[in-house]
């Protein structure tokens, strides 16, 4: 079984909870699902589990045209024993965007950058353009096919985190497409790609096109509301789309703090590595992410650091980290 083989051995005779981070979007929703099916084909049960919500529509969509199910950590908690095994999938363990459960986290499959060293007894990180491309790749190496809805749900995945393969591309995300493409339902496919944009996101839309602000070739856009996980992506790829723009800074304020999502087509800055510069000692704010992408939040409670001027005062954050940089993007 290769090096798979050591998570089934740790897993045997264990039922394990598969836990995504808590705003599951399609890529987690499908590496968790996949991995799901092919722990079954050894006779593991599992449960997929997240903590926060399911804020976007392709994810509920999805969830529906395959009928998953996904529990919240508030139904599992009662049950939840410390003995019990976590497998963390689309994410990792400290990375403030996983709530810690009961559980023990044993096991880590992911496609983000490190920024806090667990010691997992089974752990495959690795850079590629979705999780769901390194789920499919288990299922290649051991001449296994997945049922047409995991085929499916781990291309949609694919898909929607590459955006359309146009983002972080790499060898092993377009050897799964291979794969899943003869196996996956195309009727499926197309009708979750189709009409994911709500009326309500207008307004976001609007309020990010109002507030854009340049600076050489960074793109900032503050949404004064407060935005979904989802959105606020989708508003950063939607600034970056701009000719004029080469790194996109979009942040919401929220209930919880300040969301933040940032794009990046300059290779010279990595969205993961600017927003961590960025948000760095700033009370408990976090932030990490992919060479083009990458979140982060600063905590309400810590939102009155930034002064009487937030807006101001985050722009000056990103900028002062990009001249630390010594980047081109800068004003």
Known sequence: MGRFGQLVSLCID????????????????????????????YQISSTL???????KLSASKMLDAFQIQMLPYAQLRPEMRESDYVICVDSQKNSGYMTDFVGDEVACIDHHPT??????????????????????????????????DAATALLYGLKMDTL???????????????????????????????????FNDLKAYGAAIESIELYDKVGFSSISFSCPDAM?????????SLQEVEVAVVFSHREDGIKFSVRSEDPSVHAGELIHAA?????????????????????????????HYPNAAVRDLFLKALAARQCPSRP
Not at 14 to 34: E, K, L, M, W
Not at 232 to 240: C, N, R, T
């Open 232 to 240: 606020v992506a989708i508003l950063s790829d939607f600034i970056l």
């Open 164 to 198: 359309q393969f146009t983002r972080g591309v790499t060898q092993e995300d377009i050897q799964a497409y291979a794969f899943l493409f003869p196996l996956c339902s195309q009727e499926t496919l197309s009708q979750l790609e189709r009409n994911n944009l709500e």
């Open 115 to 148: 920024f806090e060293q667990v010691a997992y007894r089974y752990k495959d990180i690795r850079f590629t353009g979705a999780c769901a491309s390194i789920i499919a790749g288990y299922f290649r190496e051991l001449g296994l096919e997945p049922d047409q």
């Open 279 to 307: 948000l760095r000692g700033l009370g408990h704010s976090r932030g990490g992410g992919h060479a083009e992408m990458a979140g982060g939040l600063i905590p309400s409670g810590d939102v009155p650091l930034l002064g």
């Open 14 to 41: 264990r039922h394990v909870y598969i836990q995504t981070h808590n705003f599951p979007d399609p890529d987690a929703i499908a590496s968790a699902f996949g991995l799901q099916r092919l722990l079954e084909h």
């Open 49 to 55: 589990c997240y903590d926060g919500r399911i804020d």
